[in-house]
C-alpha cells in the first residue's frame, strides 16, 4: 500500500466503481440463475463477492469510506444469518486495522510537526503501526521519561480525504441501503461528515481524553489512558496492553463475553454522566479488555480499556432526562404521557397525528433489556427487531417512517444503537437495568417533577 490516495479524481472512481461493480454482479447472477442455480445460492454468492470488493476498497482508501465502514461494521448483527457470514468477516476486519502508510511518510510527519530531533523524544519507536484506522495509525513507542506510549500520526490529506469520500458515498446510499435492514444509510454519511473536522483536531481529542483519564483515574471498571503530548497531526497517549474485544466477539467465553458486555454498558451511561462527554465511536476496535493482575482471577475483575476520543458528544448535564423518562413510562405502560414527551422534544412532528397506543407497541419490543433484571443480547434478538423495523407490510415500519429524529439526538441515537449491536456481536447476558438505574437520568421515579 503506497500513501493514502488523496486526489479526489482518484478516490472518486475507486468508490463510484462500486455501484458498477453491485450491477454487474447482479448480472452475473441472473446469469447463473438461468444456469440452473436456486435463487437462495446466487443470492448467498452475491453477497459474499458485494461484502468482499466492498469493505476491500474501503479499507484501502482509509478516510470516510474507512470510517464509513468500521460505522456499518457494529450493525453485522443485525444481518440476517444466512448473509451474515459472508460480511462478517469482511466487517470485522474493518474494526482492527486497514493498510498502513509508508515509514517514510510516518518520519516525514514527525519531522514536521515534532521538529527534526524528534528521535531524540522516544528511547524507542517502532516503525511498523500497531493499529491503522480511518483517518491516522499508531505506533507503539517508549517516551523519553520512560512510558510506554501510543503515537497516533493523521495521515497526510485525511481532512480533504474524510470530505470526499463522505461526498462520494452519499450519492449511492441508496444502494447500500440494502446491507442493514430497516436503517438508512443516508443520514449516517450526513452525520458522519459533520463530525469530521472534529475528528480532525487533535486538539479536541486530547482535552476530551484528558477529561476522561482525570475522572477514571481510579475507576475499579474502567480504564483510559493519560496524554503525554500533543500537537497538530500528532497525539501521545500512555500504552495499554489488552485484549482487543473483536478478539473476545471472535473467541471469548461465557464469562469473558458477559464481563465485557456489562462494562461496555457501564461506560456508555456512566460516561456521560460523569464526565458530561459521550464517547461517540464505539466500535471494538476502540476497547481493551484488561485483565487482573492476578492470574488467577477470573473476567469478574477485569477491566475496559476505553481508546479514540476523536468524536464525542458534549451533554453538560448528562444524557437528556427525556430518555430516561420516557423509558420508565414506557415500562409502566404510560402511553399518553410518552406520546406527549415524545411530541415536546420534537419525535413526533406537529403536524402528525399518532395513536399513543401504537406508539407504546412500537418501543416495547426495542426498549425490552431495560424491562428485564437480567438482558440476553444476541444477533437473533437484534435481527427481529430489524426485520419488524424493515418488513414494509408491518404496522411498526409505518409507524417508524412517522418518528422524527431531533438534530440533538442525533449522535445519541447512534451511539446507542452501535453499543447494542456490539453486546449482540458478543453475546453477551447484561444487567442493564442496574446501569440505567444508577447513571440515566429520570429513568428511577422521584418526587421532584
Given at each position: 500500500?503506497?500513501?493514502?490516495?488523496?486526489?479526489?479524481?482518484?478516490?472518486?472512481?475507486?468508490l463510484?466503481?462500486?455501484?458498477?461493480g453491485?450491477?454487474?454482479?447482479a448480472?452475473?447472477?441472473?446469469?447463473?440463475?438461468?444456469?440452473g442455480?436456486?435463487?437462495?445460492?446466487?443470492a448467498?454468492?452475491?453477497?459474499?463477492?458485494?461484502?468482499?470488493?466492498?469493505?476491500?476498497?474501503?479499507?484501502?482508501?482509509?478516510g470516510?469510506?474507512?470510517?464509513?465502514?468500521q460505522?456499518?461494521?457494529?450493525?453485522?448483527?443485525?444481518l440476517?444469518?444466512?448473509v451474515?457470514?459472508?460480511?462478517r468477516?469482511?466487517?470485522?476486519?474493518?474494526?482492527e486495522?486497514?493498510?498502513?502508510?509508508?515509514?517514510?511518510?510516518?518520519h516525514?510527519?514527525?519531522?514536521?510537526?515534532?521538529?527534526?530531533?524528534?528521535?531524540?523524544?522516544?528511547?524507542?519507536?517502532?516503525?511498523?503501526?500497531?493499529?491503522?484506522?480511518?483517518?491516522?495509525?499508531v505506533?507503539?513507542?517508549?517516551?523519553?521519561?520512560?512510558?510506554?506510549?501510543?503515537?497516533k500520526?493523521?495521515?497526510?490529506?485525511?481532512?480533504?480525504?474524510l470530505?470526499?469520500?463522505?461526498?462520494?458515498?452519499?450519492?449511492?446510499?441508496?444502494?447500500?441501503?440494502?446491507?442493514?435492514?430497516g436503517m438508512?444509510?443516508?443520514?449516517?454519511?450526513?452525520?458522519?461528515?459533520?463530525?469530521?473536522?472534529?475528528?480532525?483536531?487533535?486538539?479536541?481529542?486530547?482535552?476530551?481524553?484528558r477529561?476522561?483519564?482525570?475522572?477514571?483515574?481510579?475507576?475499579?471498571?474502567?480504564?483510559?489512558?493519560q496524554?503525554v503530548?500533543?500537537c497538530d497531526?500528532?497525539?501521545?497517549?500512555?500504552?495499554?496492553d489488552?485484549?482487543?474485544?473483536?478478539?473476545?466477539?471472535?473467541?471469548?467465553?461465557?464469562?469473558?463475553?458477559?464481563?465485557?458486555?456489562?462494562?461496555?454498558?457501564?461506560?456508555?451511561?456512566?460516561?456521560?454522566?460523569?464526565?458530561?462527554?459521550l464517547?461517540?465511536?464505539?466500535?471494538?476496535?476502540?476497547?481493551?479488555?484488561?485483565?487482573?493482575g492476578?492470574?488467577?482471577?477470573g473476567?469478574?475483575?477485569?477491566?475496559?480499556?476505553?481508546?479514540?476520543?476523536?468524536?464525542?458528544?458534549?451533554?453538560?448535564?448528562?444524557?437528556?432526562?427525556?430518555?430516561?423518562?420516557?423509558?420508565?413510562?414506557?415500562?409502566?405502560?404510560d402511553?399518553?404521557?410518552?406520546?406527549?414527551?415524545?411530541?415536546?422534544?420534537?419525535?413526533v412532528?406537529?403536524?402528525?397525528?399518532l395513536?399513543?397506543?401504537?406508539?407504546?407497541?412500537?418501543?416495547?419490543?426495542?426498549?425490552?433489556?431495560?424491562?428485564a433484571?437480567?438482558?440476553?443480547?444476541?444477533?437473533?434478538?437484534m435481527?427481529?427487531?430489524?426485520?419488524?423495523?424493515?418488513?414494509l407490510?408491518?404496522?411498526?415500519?409505518?409507524?417508524?417512517k412517522?418518528l422524527n429524529?431531533?438534530?440533538?439526538?442525533?449522535?445519541?441515537?447512534?451511539?446507542?444503537?452501535?453499543?447494542?449491536?456490539?453486546?449482540?456481536?458478543?453475546?453477551?447476558?447484561?444487567?442493564?437495568?442496574d446501569?440505567?438505574?444508577?447513571?440515566?437520568?429520570?429513568?428511577?421515579?422521584?418526587?421532584?417533577p
Open positions: 500500500m503506497s500513501d493514502l490516495p488523496r486526489k479526489a479524481v482518484t478516490r472518486t472512481a475507486r463510484a466503481a462500486l455501484p458498477l453491485f450491477a454487474g454482479r448480472t452475473w447472477g441472473l446469469g447463473k440463475r438461468i444456469g442455480k436456486s435463487a437462495e445460492i446466487v448467498r454468492e452475491l453477497q459474499q463477492r458485494t461484502a468482499e470488493q466492498l469493505f476491500k476498497v474501503l479499507g484501502e482508501l482509509k470516510g469510506a474507512m470510517k464509513f465502514g460505522a456499518l461494521s457494529v450493525f453485522e448483527s443485525a440476517p444469518e444466512e451474515a457470514g459472508p460480511y468477516a469482511a466487517l470485522t476486519k474493518l474494526q486495522a486497514a493498510p498502513p502508510m509508508p515509514t517514510r511518510t510516518v516525514g510527519v514527525l519531522a514536521e510537526r515534532l521538529g527534526e530531533e524528534w528521535r531524540e523524544l522516544f528511547l524507542e519507536f517502532e516503525d511498523k503501526p500497531a493499529a491503522a484506522a480511518s483517518i491516522g495509525q505506533h507503539r513507542a517508549v517516551w523519553h521519561d520512560g512510558r510506554e506510549v501510543a503515537v500520526v493523521q495521515y497526510p490529506g485525511a481532512g480533504e480525504a470530505l470526499s469520500d463522505l461526498t462520494q458515498l452519499s450519492r449511492f446510499a441508496r444502494l447500500l441501503g440494502p446491507l442493514i435492514p438508512d444509510i443516508k443520514p449516517l454519511i450526513t452525520e458522519l461528515r459533520d463530525r469530521v473536522s472534529e475528528e480532525l483536531d487533535y486538539g479536541l481529542e486530547a482535552e476530551a481524553q477529561e476522561h483519564a482525570e475522572e477514571f483515574a481510579d475507576d475499579p471498571d474502567v480504564v483510559v489512558p496524554v503530548h500533543q497531526q500528532i497525539l501521545v497517549t500512555e500504552w495499554i489488552g485484549i482487543p474485544l473483536s478478539e473476545v466477539i471472535a473467541d471469548g467465553t461465557e464469562e469473558q463475553r458477559d464481563r465485557a458486555g456489562q462494562l461496555l454498558a457501564r461506560f456508555l451511561f456512566s460516561g456521560p454522566a460523569r464526565t458530561g462527554l464517547h461517540a465511536d464505539p466500535h471494538p476496535g476502540n476497547f481493551r479488555l484488561l485483565p487482573g492476578d492470574d488467577e482471577e473476567p469478574e475483575s477485569w477491566r475496559l480499556g476505553v481508546l479514540d476520543f476523536g468524536t464525542v458528544d458534549r451533554l453538560p448535564g448528562g444524557l437528556p432526562e427525556t430518555i430516561g423518562t420516557c423509558l420508565r413510562l414506557t415500562l409502566e405502560g402511553a399518553e404521557t410518552v406520546y406527549e414527551l415524545l411530541r415536546e422534544e420534537g419525535f412532528k406537529e403536524t402528525i397525528d395513536d399513543p397506543d401504537a406508539v407504546l407497541e412500537y418501543l416495547l419490543p426495542i426498549i425490552e433489556p431495560a424491562e433484571e437480567v438482558f440476553g443480547f444476541s444477533r437473533g434478538w435481527r427481529n427487531q430489524a426485520a419488524r423495523i424493515a418488513d407490510r408491518s404496522p411498526a415500519h409505518q409507524l417508524g412517522q429524529l431531533p438534530p440533538s439526538y442525533l449522535l445519541i441515537h447512534r451511539v446507542t444503537l452501535s453499543t447494542i449491536g456490539v453486546l449482540c456481536q458478543l453475546n453477551a447476558t447484561v444487567r442493564l437495568r446501569e440505567l438505574e444508577e447513571w440515566l437520568p429520570g429513568f428511577v421515579a422521584t418526587d421532584t
